[in-house]
């Protein structure tokens, strides 16, 4: 490889590492999005007579 | 929060504007001819690797100090940045030395051992953390073995000093940048964008870490 090359290569292993740690990144927002729509689920099933203090609380800390 | 975008915004703006600096304003320089161009990447990613283990070291005598559980979780990010900065420093710098000496390491040169062993250091962090199981002890025994690991950077740092090779020049002295002016506007531009694109990486990373430790505490309430 000419000198050239290598300095291409140098920038080129810092983008293609950056662009994979981005990509590890959003597949783990993608995990949490996912598992908070199985919550929201999870509490729009759960019966709405007597459990209002739960409800009320998971709001509050969510 | 509000401020990520545009932070996330000005480092690709200002890693755009570096590497043109860097490729078509920068002079060439005289002996390492094109390849010293590895330089505006490589350094900076470098500094930047010490600035997140020190970063990460910070917070852990914070954890330590203070007792707030929430230091630990960024002692964490940190140092974890700070192990994918030392691996591009590591792999730029093997890249750099191919195209020099011809091969992609060199035992005798003392900063470039010194740097690997501060990340294999900070890499047994890891081994160490997931090791114990959650909770006050392992933030804590992690947040000591974070401290202990910030004694190598001044001495990795240092070592480009002591060393008598020629593997890495002492490019800032006391008299100031053995550079053209230019190629230090270009490393300066270089090393804030870097900077700049580390800490909106930390803060993402955080705020990720955040959302999902209380999606488990909200799944654990639900359950």
């Known amino acids: 490889l000419s000198p050239g090359e290598y300095v291409a290569a140098a920038y080129g292993v810092v983008l293609v590492v950056l662009l994979a740690y981005v990509a590890i990144i959003a597949a783990k927002l993608a995990r949490i999005q996912r598992q908070l729509a199985e919550l929201l689920e999870l509490t729009r099933r759960a019966p709405s007579a007597g459990d209002g203090g739960t409800r009320a609380g998971v709001v509050e800390r969510a | ?124 962090y890891f081994m160490l953390r997931f090791s114990l199981e959650e909770g006050p002890r392992r933030a804590r025994s992690s947040a000591v073995y974070a401290l202990f690991g910030v004694v190598l950077i001044p001495v990795s740092f240092l070592a480009i000093r002591l060393a008598n090779d020629l593997v890495h020049p002492t490019v800032f002295t006391r008299e100031g940048p053995q550079m053209t002016a230019t190629m230090f506007v270009s490393f300066c531009v270089c090393w804030a964008a870097v900077t700049l694109l580390a800490y909106v990486l930390y803060r993402v990373e955080l705020l990720g870490k955040r959302i999902d430790a209380d999606l488990r505490e909200l799944r654990e309430a639900l359950s």
Do not use: M
Request: charged share 10%; hydrophobic share 55%; with cysteine.
């Open chain 2, 1 to 124: 929060l509000r401020s990520l975008p545009a932070q996330a915004l000005l480092a690709a703006a200002l890693l755009g504007l570096g590497i043109f600096l860097a490729f078509f304003v920068a002079p060439e320089a005289d002996v390492e001819g094109v390849r010293q161009r590895i330089f505006y990447i490589h350094v900076p990613i470098a500094l930047t690797s010490y600035f997140c283990f020190g970063l990460g070291a910070w917070k852990a005598l914070q954890l330590l100090w203070r007792g707030d559980d929430r230091y630990d979780l960024e002692s964490y990010v940190a140092i974890h940045q700070g192990t994918i900065f030392g691996t591009l420093t590591l792999l730029t710098g093997s890249i750099w030395a191919k195209t020099s000496w011809g091969h992609w390491w060199s035992w005798g040169s003392n900063q470039l051992v010194l740097f690997l062993v501060l990340f294999l250091f900070y890499c047994a």
